[in-house]
């Protein structure tokens, strides 16, 4: 089941350039939590730092504290630790364009050392169907590679992917931006869905995106969260002008 | 309509001078001409080959080692053989640190050390092979006092590494980020990532770039001259000298006799055939590679 | 829409029990990190250490030569080794008018021929085309220089060189018996050589010069070849002289066709039907018989000679490519 999300004093830095000042908040167990702003908002940065992701490019650091349900993120344990508790899923579909389906899906398991081949067949199949496209490849997991499905199938690919490692936390970056509106549908409706096992955050552009799949929203604005309640709220008595003003489209 | 309107369609309808229209004529032809001129000697050099080289080749040429001069008959099958092994030991030293090299620029190498080995890489590639082989005598000969295929094995590592460790990188730079990022994402170490996902992503080009620095020594007979040195008999000791066919060919291309010609025409043949044979061999084989396991 | 498919909950609970701990165990890699990237690093620095170690070995190999003659090494033309009397004039005045002749002959066949593809070929021939050039690089140059001894020579011997004395020996360049074998010979054979690396690299920055510089001059009424001459040649005339100085560094460095056919004679002399010696060739032919060690460390100093020339016009070379392909854009004159 899934866990609760807590960040506390969450900061950001490029180098020398800060792009997230003192972030704290709560994503509550089993429901999913938007987070939504303006391009350069710090969205993308704030929940690559969920899963230390952020560390990857060069000269950047966070520091703050979060906790993935008893899970220090940034104490005790180390990056690549983390990463195989926490599911991700990016804003372009990036399946391993060498590996089978089968192997895509089972990749998070199989580079970690995890070698039973009886249990991965049961773990592939249940992740698939999960992420609603067993249907549409079980008759050639092994013979097509994961980069020759359509966008919205490679997206769902990689969902399964993560989903395969049975994180308590799935993270999705601008899931559907590159997706067209009928596969945007599927995977919308399929994050309704995983809510009952998964706490799930989504950063997303798209504010009707996230009226439809999320009970909780919090705006960013200039590396700052200015706001974060039930999305109703949001988006009908938003308690701070800023985000009035963004969902109103006066800027953005 | 205006007076100048009429004078500008006619300006446009006058026709080029013939001068112009001459010059362009003659540089298509000259250019043309180029083309012929240069693929002349290369038809030729093909065509002498075969001529040449393919009635000499026979089972006696392939199996046998030269016979004594002034003999007629014997082969190069020691000289094939040899060269066979210098490029085994070569590129077991060549290819693994050419590679690693390649994987660090691309990797690792995006600060100032990097360029410096970057830079450096590419100066290696212009060293004249005389040169090498002067320098892989100076390390390997001269320590252990004898010609061997260990020495020449090691001139044409040096050869290979600096091609295999751009060419890696170039291969290693064009996968895109993302699929990297896909693999920390899913707590994939980094030394792990770099290997089982960047790398095979790769595969087929790093290995078209193997075989690229590999028909290149394959054909070079410079760095050989005082390090492998050559020899009469079959020889499967790493520290011997150790026939080789560019050897082989060069020593009889120059000799007074006939009959070492005419086998130096079949030598070249067999090398050339060799070298395409080699290359389209490795081009397949990466080619089935593509579809891999995780693993 | 077909849903995800209804999954046990207790089955989810067990299993993810079991994936977790695993994964959990499975461990920082931080220790296998750090001695990948160590192993690496290891690699990319053999590339420093070589460069190091040619240095190294050309240095402490040429100190007795230097110690011996010091500059005038470079300036005496006398090569005796039995009076251990050695000077490096022949070898750099052969390898210089055979790197040079092969030059002359090779750029405007390389240009001709890259113009040829890049510009005013049908599109089907392009890649066959542009491959067979390439094939030219492929083939050693011990094969080279065998078929020059077997079939160039007899032909310059028979044709080629008659042909030169009678129309061009007012020039004081082609006298002599016409033996084959010599300068002529070897300045041929090397502009064979060399044309595909400048025909490869000129092809390369020609089609880096953007297409709005092509239609800029046709727009003025150019005929195709003005078009080329300053739409494009213009624009890549220093990725041109680049790919020129590298195909020349290539030339200087080149030893066994050369070797095979100049004659192998250290003498200076101004016809080009005379026998040569270059740099490259003395140390293939002399270096395994060198008797006595000031011997060999007059080839070694002419190897570091060799080495510090050719270093220094493939570095010239790679700039001039690099500021037309990737650094500065090229420049339109008016």
Known sequence: ???????????????????????????????????????????????????????TIPEARATGRVRIGELDVYNGTSAVQIRRRIGMVFQKPNPFPTMSIYDNVAAGLKLNGFHDDARLDEIVERSLKLSALWDEVKDSLRKKSGASLSGGQQQRLCIARALAVEPQVLLMDEPCSALDPISTGKIEELIFQLKEKFTIVIVTHNMQQASRVAEFTGFFLLGKLIELDKTERIFTTPSDKRTEDYITGRFG | ???????????????????RRGMNFFATVAAAAAVVLVLLPLGAVFGYLVYKGIGSINWAFLTQTPKPVGEAGGGMANAIAGSAFILLIASSIGVPIGIGAGIYLAEYGRDR????????ADVLNGVPSIVVGIVAYGIVVLSQGHFSALAGGVALAIMMIPTIARTTEEMLLLVPNTVREAAYGLGVSRWRTTLSITLRTATSGVITGVMLAFARVAGETAPLLFTAFGNQYWNWKINQPTAALSLQIFTYAISPFDEWHRQAWAGALILIVLIVAAVSAVRIVAGRGMLKGAN | MPGPQPVAKQEVAASSENQSELLLKAGTSQVADGVFHFAMLACGLCVLALVGLIIYELISGSKLSWHAFGLKFFFASEWDPVNEQFGALPFIYGTLVSSLLGLLLAVPLAVGVAVFITEMCPRWLKGPLAFTTELLAAIPSVIYGLWAIFVLVPLLRQYGEPFCARYFGWTGMFEGPPYGIGMLAAGIILAIMVVPIVSSITREVMTAVPQQQREAVLALGATRWEMIRTGVLRNARAGILGGVILGLGRALGETMAVTMVIGNRPEIARSLFAPGYTMASVIANEFSEATGDTYLSALIEIGLALFIVTIIVNILAQFLVWTVTRGTPARSHA
């Open chain 2, 1 to 19: 309509m205006p007076e100048n309107v009429t004078a500008t369609s006619d300006f446009a309808a006058a026709p080029i001078s013939l001068w």
């Open chain 1, 1 to 55: 089941m899934g866990v609760g999300i807590k960040v506390d004093k969450l900061n950001a830095w490029f180098g020398k350039t800060q792009a997230l000042y003192d972030i704290t908040m709560e994503a509550p167990a089993n429901h999913a939590t938007a987070v939504i702003g303006p391009s350069g908002c710090g969205k993308s940065t704030f929940v690559r730092c969920l899963n230390r992701m952020h560390e």
């Open chain 2, 113 to 120: 050390l990097g360029n410096i080995i970057r830079f450096t």
